[in-house]
């Protein structure tokens, strides 16, 4: 049986992306009937709300049909989901926003200020593994801020059980600018070149690896610069290439919604979605949001390596048989050995300078062979990097 609304694609390019068809799936309205456990939908967002819906996350069964709903409206509908009153007590996010800015200030002080994926060093207030931080500094308040029923539970509608929690503080102070549309990890995170190397169903896949959400740490009215967002984008398929270009960022500009949010409210969303943070236009608004960055349990390999050891093997083995080896063939023994990604790695030490991914391990081993590095300077190279992406 043939599935004819998939049409077969092996890879996206630029040619790929039609901008009228975006506007066309992007123009689609969210019926009110579609998510019945909806309080309201505004924009084309579905907002719930949180206090009239704990109950139902303690039942069985009614929380496996919201959990089928939020991931329905991740997958196939708006792309986005509002959580009102994610955080029953917000003394709570008081707790972790005085932790959080203990961490800057000491972080500011000790380093200045931090390069971004997407702001410039310095243009905002960034806490790389926020997560790791807070349960160091204040293991209670971790306790307390991480032990929200909510949060496990839209996590778990996307991703299903033993997901990866990770979080990224941001503070953008009056004044900051806004970002640029983009989509976010893993291929969001890649140059459009290394994008277009993937096959079209991993595209796809990307999407339904990791999901995105933000905790509102103030109260973040319209002019402070919530989270842009453009509801149904997620469903464009060439969209990892399309956010790039001009004229899906100036649609996206056009179209765009940005919902306000009060202190203790998320939003969770697909992270193919095309979104970017707002400009802070107003005068005196600090706005703090914690970035949950959730990954699938599934997206790891099934038995553990040393790759730096192999790295420090096979690299004299390459110099060797330079004059023999094809260049695809030194790519080929250079991929089954080093760790051809980025992540995960410690931002603070590894940040994405000049690009939005740290250089991989095997991409330092390319570089090397081609600048006819000697084994003891590979080495000492790959011990450097090794050192910077350590937790």
């Not at 949001?289 to 040393?306: C, K, P, R, T």
Request: glycine letters at 6%; one cysteine or more.
């Amino acid at each position: 049986m043939v599935d004819t609304e998939f049409e077969y694609v092996g890879y996206f390019d630029r040619e790929s992306c039609d901008l009228d068809e975006f506007k066309v799936l992007t123009s689609q309205s969210l019926n009110a009937v579609s998510v019945p456990f909806a309080a309201a939908v505004e924009q084309n967002v579905p907002v719930y709300d949180m206090a009239a819906l704990r109950p139902v996350l303690s039942d069985a069964v009614e929380r496996k049909r919201l959990l089928a709903e939020w991931g329905w409206v991740l997958s196939r509908s708006a792309g986005v989901v509002a959580l009102k009153g994610a955080f029953q007590d917000t003394a709570t996010i008081d707790a972790a926003s005085k932790v959080f800015e203990q961490i800057i200030a000491d972080e500011k002080a000790a380093h200045g200020g931090k390069a971004d994926h997407f702001a410039a060093k310095g243009a905002n207030d960034r806490i790389w593994n926020a997560l790791q931080k807070l349960c160091e500094a204040d293991p209670a308040v971790f306790a307390r801020y991480f032990g929200n029923e909510v949060i496990a539970a839209v996590s778990e509608a996307w991703l299903g059980p033993n997901y990866r929690m990770t979080t990224q503080v941001n503070l953008v102070r009056p004044g900051g600018g806004a970002q640029q549309a983009h989509r976010d990890y893993h291929l969001g995170f890649q140059t459009e070149d290394v994008a277009a190397a993937y096959p079209a169903h991993v595209h796809d896949l990307s999407a339904v690896m990791t999901l995105q959400g933000a905790v509102a740490h103030c109260d973040m009215p319209v002019e402070s610069g919530p989270t842009k967002l453009l509801p149904f984008s997620q469903a464009y398929r060439p969209g990892y290439l399309a956010y790039r270009q001009a004229e899906f960022s100036d649609y996206f500009e056009e179209k765009c919604i940005q919902l306000p949010l009060e202190k203790g409210d998320a939003v969770f969303f697909n992270p193919a979605l095309f979104h970017a943070a707002g400009a802070n236009t107003s005068a005196d608004i600090h706005r703090m949001a914690n970035l949950l960055q959730v990954s699938s349990a599934f997206g790891i390999a099934m038995e553990n390596i040393d790759r730096l050891g192999m790295s420090k093997l096979l690299y004299p083995a390459l110099l060797e048989l330079q004059g023999s080896m094809s260049s695809a063939a030194q790519k080929a023994a250079i991929g089954a050995c080093a760790d051809g990604y980025s992540f995960p790695t410690n931002l603070d030490r590894d940040p994405p300078i000049g690009g939005l991914a740290p250089e991989t391990q095997a991409a330092l081993m390319m570089r090397a062979l081609e600048e006819g590095w000697t084994p003891q300077a590979f080495n000492e190279a790959l011990d450097a990097q090794a050192d910077r992406r350590r937790a």
